[in-house]
């Protein structure tokens, strides 16, 4: 235990070795001293087998590729002492940084976290294009083929100083929706979360993009050479026909990635966010290898985990059974390995072949890993195009079927679940959703109630508050039924209440609704299907495939520019060569790096393949229909609280919690709308202190969670 310890805490220190130097790269980059010891190294690399250009590669781009690999060593050590210890040093930042400190504006609800991380950031831009634009200015250069006059060069700086700062999102762009290859695992952020702070840094990308191009382009209009200078590919520096190119592919690629288009027109939007690919090419082309290998890390381990994701869901498996609701949603169960463990509010990806060939989409699991051990289940409702033809689909079965379909096939890429379970933290749980966010506190409460959890933690009260319009959506509930006619020993002091919003009614004729018994459709899996469990690659593998890549990419750059460069007094000289030569053996070393890593991965998957080759068994307990029950006699052990017409009274919910314990916090988690988030978030930050009858003070924490549906 005491090795372990220190292992841990070598990986720990060694990961806090790398950001910072790599984010002391990125800081010290714009000043003068470093320019002149930069190209101090530059010269002296040259000597060596590595050049300039590995050097460019190891300073950029390994601190992050070697934060990945240890990461994922971190985690494989450290699972089992992570679910003992759910009172570590690093929950309690957690919860802290978790504060919200903006509430009610049009970005929602923003972290003490979340609103420390963008003011760093933005103070890093400022620093960065403030510390480039002076440099510039005190050795303004005239530009001969124009002709520009000194305000004229000022502005041209600017342009392309501008452009810098794109070139520093597009450095981070890829890390927040990594899911295999994540960076944000090791802290806790999930999936969904880090894709808000995606958005948020592909707009600035875009913005800086448009700026850049404006501004260059103003100044080349003023000389009447705007298509001249638009359209010309030279031979040295920078390409500006690929930079027009760059500008308008992210121009499409952010129009297409606007709410309004994104929710109507989903697959526009997917098809175009493939453009990256163009993008991504054309910069390398516009900016030149130099700024490309900046750049490299994220674009790198962006790749691979594209590669693991694709291999691994290329294995289609098959539906076991279906479950459709009254609210028009279903619960697809599908088999998994036996051995394959996720954490509650995990994500999975999934894709249908019989309703879209190409299109991806998340889901909320609402099973628990342990009490559930061959299978797991996601609930979809018919909200969008891609689930409404889902749920047609299961509906269309006749009744002279039987109630079967001959197979449902499915690709999975997953799960992908948070490694920090904050939830655990508490001892007094709220649970808030509205509509479809009651998916991942599903997960959460089949968690507590398994007797196989490795957890030893168990709550002591639980109050889950759900919101819903219409007295039809209540039905969504269906599938934690079986945990609410549980011994209440098994699930703490569990409290249900429901409120429907829009729609007066009975608390009975409500209950018949959640009693209501789902049409179950099973599902036969084809032969070639049947031994199709979800399985998924272990962290030690990750770690192995980041290595594999980063050092062939390197080999193969070195290899291929010695072979390919022109010599000058024996040595590779890239200057005498044209920008695209060197540009396109970039290109080529990644594309070797990345095949290579592809073979690899095959191989090991098929090598598993073979061993863990045993058939999948349909569990019994999900062809039967299940059955709900209005009252104690038949099944509840309570009643739930059931108001029509209302909202949630939260003060009155959490003085009630609070006076029945005498522990000092109390867990908010919000999921649902983010109009809900926000109201959720205000009250919190009004009560941040809640007096009870026995004179104490309980802290109230809020947590927002973010589901995919």
């Not at 530009?143 to 700086?157: C, D, E, F, N, T």
């Not at 691994?312 to 498996?317: H, I, P």
């Amino acid at each position: 235990m005491a090795h372990n310890s220190a292992r841990l805490l070598a990986l720990k220190l060694s990961m806090a070795l790398l950001v910072a130097a790599w984010i002391s790269f990125w800081i010290l980059k714009p000043t003068k001293t470093w320019k002149k010891a930069w190209h101090s190294a530059e010269d002296l690399a040259n000597d060596t087998f590595l050049r300039d250009y590995g050097l460019n590669v190891i300073v950029f781009c390994f601190p992050v590729v070697g934060f990945a690999i240890l990461s994922f060593i971190y985690l494989h050590s450290s699972e089992k002492e992570r679910l003992r210890n759910r009172t570590s040093l690093t929950a309690h930042f957690r919860v802290a940084f978790s504060r919200p400190m903006i509430v009610n504006s049009p970005i929602g609800v923003v972290s003490l976290g979340e609103l420390s991380g963008a003011m760093l950031f933005v103070a890093f831009l400022v620093w960065t294009y403030y510390s480039n634009v002076s440099s510039d200015f005190k050795k303004l250069a005239p530009y001969a083929p124009l002709k520009l006059s000194r305000q004229q060069l000022k502005v041209m700086h600017m342009g392309v100083r501008v452009g810098s700062l794109s070139e520093i999102c597009l450095a981070v762009l890829l890390f927040p929706i990594l899911r295999g290859m994540s960076l944000f695992r090791i802290f806790g952020i999930e999936f969904e979360a880090a894709v808000r702070y995606h958005t948020w840094i592909a707009n600035a990308l875009a913005l800086f993009c448009t700026l850049h191009g404006i501004i260059i382009m103003s100044i080349w209009g003023q000389k009447k050479r705007l298509l001249a200078e638009i359209t010309s590919w030279q031979k040295i520096g920078r390409v500006n026909v690929a930079g027009a190119i760059s500008l308008i592919t992210i121009l499409v690629i952010w129009i297409s990635s606007l709410p309004v288009i994104r929710r109507k027109y989903f697959r526009t939007f997917y098809v175009t966010h493939h453009l990256y690919i163009v993008f991504i090419s054309f910069f390398l082309l516009h900016a030149g290898d130099k700024h490309f290998y900046l750049v490299l890390s994220g674009i790198l381990l962006f790749a691979l985990d594209k590669i693991l994701r694709l291999i691994q869901s290329r294995k289609e498996t098959c539906i076991i059974s279906a479950r459709v609701l009254p609210c028009r949603a279903v619960e697809l169960i599908l088999p998994k390995d036996s051995g394959m463990k996720y954490s509650p509010m995990s994500t999975i990806f999934l894709k249908i072949p019989t309703v879209s060939r190409f299109e991806w989409h998340p889901f909320s699991i609402t099973s628990s890993c342990y009490k559930n051990e061959e299978h797991l289940s996601v609930l979809i409702k018919s909200q969008g195009q891609w689930t409404s033809e889902l749920y047609s689909k299961i509906i269309s079965v006749k009744d002279e079927e039987f109630g079967q379909l001959k197979s449902l096939t499915v690709g999975v890429d997953g799960p992908y679940g948070p490694e920090h379970l904050l939830y655990q933290r508490y001892s007094n749980l709220v649970l808030i959703a509205g509509g479809s966010g009651v998916t991942p506190f599903m997960s959460i409460l089949n968690e507590i109630s398994s007797k196989d959890s490795t957890t030893n933690w168990h709550p002591t009260n639980i109050v889950l508050i759900y919101c819903v319009k219409r007295v039809q959506d209540i039905s969504m509930l269906t599938p934690i039924l079986s945990i609410l006619c549980q011994p209440a020993a098994e699930i703490a002091n569990f409290k249900l209440k429901i409120f429907v919003t829009q729609e007066q009614g009975s608390p009975i004729s409500a209950l018949e609704v959640l009693n209501q018994p789902p049409r179950v459709i099973k599902m036969l899996p084809t032969p070639t299907n049947r031994s199709a469990g979800i399985t998924q690659e272990g962290l030690i593998w990750r770690a192995i495939i980041a290595a594999l890549g980063f050092i062939i990419f390197l080999v193969s750059l070195v290899f291929l520019s010695d072979i390919f460069i022109q010599q000058v007094h024996g040595k590779p000289s890239r200057k005498s060569n044209p920008s695209w030569i060197n540009d396109l053996l970039v290109f080529a070393a990644f594309v070797i790096a990345m095949s290579c890593s592809a073979i690899a991965t095959i191989i090991f998957a098929q090598r598993r393949s073979r061993n863990n080759r045993k058939a999948m068994e349909i569990p019994k307990m999900f062809i039967e229909e299940t059955k709900g029950t209005t009252d104690k006699k038949n099944g509840f052990l309570f009643e739930p609280e059931i108001y029509s017409g209302k909202r949630p009274n939260l003060s009155e919910v959490l003085s009630d919690l609070t006076n029945k314990t005498t522990d000092e916090s109390v867990g908010v988690f919000v999921c649902g709308p983010e109009s809900m988030k926000v109201s959720v978030a205000s009250f919190c930050n009004n009560h941040t202190k809640i007096s009870c009858k026995n004179g104490l003070n309980r802290s109230v924490n809020f947590h927002s969670v973010n589901f995919s549906l």
